[in-house]
């Protein structure tokens, strides 16, 4: 019975087997790229294989790897459905959510695949918002509503005095 890591050597061993030996990884970082081209450089997430990451004991039995994806998938859940639930109430929510992606990303390629996106796209928006521009609105749009609750916190006073809502009569 072929393991997860038997089919992927027999995988790269054919497709090693229709390149030139010119084009044969020589054990080197980009050894079968042609000489001046330049390749992207890939971040660590990306370099990491997809797939599932159970011990090789567990992947190597068929039924006992099934029990195993099930188990992480409502384990997975679980987590998720907490972090839903405390979305609305006090509690890391999305931290919470984000924590059962990553117990499904250790069996599931598509939750692997979601934490790939989504930590790019973090990045991206954390890069935007060191941009001097975008802090400046920032800073003005909070500005700018901090002043109208202000403004509307006195009116409330002014017309109400310090009662709670709760209490006018009118």
Known sequence: MNTG?????ER???AGAHQPESAQPSGTPGASEPPGSTAAPTSEEDAKPLGSRAPEFVQARRA????WQVGVFV?????????IVMLPLPG???????GGMAIWATEFVWAQLVLRWTKRKV??????????RVRRRNIILT???????????????????????WNIKE
């Open 5 to 9: 890591s038997d089919e992927a050597a």
């Open 123 to 132: 990045t991206e928006a954390a890069q935007r918002a060191l941009d001097p």
């Open 64 to 67: 006992l790897h099934l029990s």
């Open 12 to 14: 790269a061993a054919e």
């Open 92 to 98: 890391p929510g999305w931290l919470v959510i984000f």
């Open 75 to 83: 384990v997975g859940l679980a987590v998720v459905v907490a972090g």
């Open 143 to 165: 500005t700018v509503g901090l002043v109208i609750i202000a403004v509307l916190v006195g009116i409330y006073v002014w017309k109400f005095g310090l009662e709670m809502p």
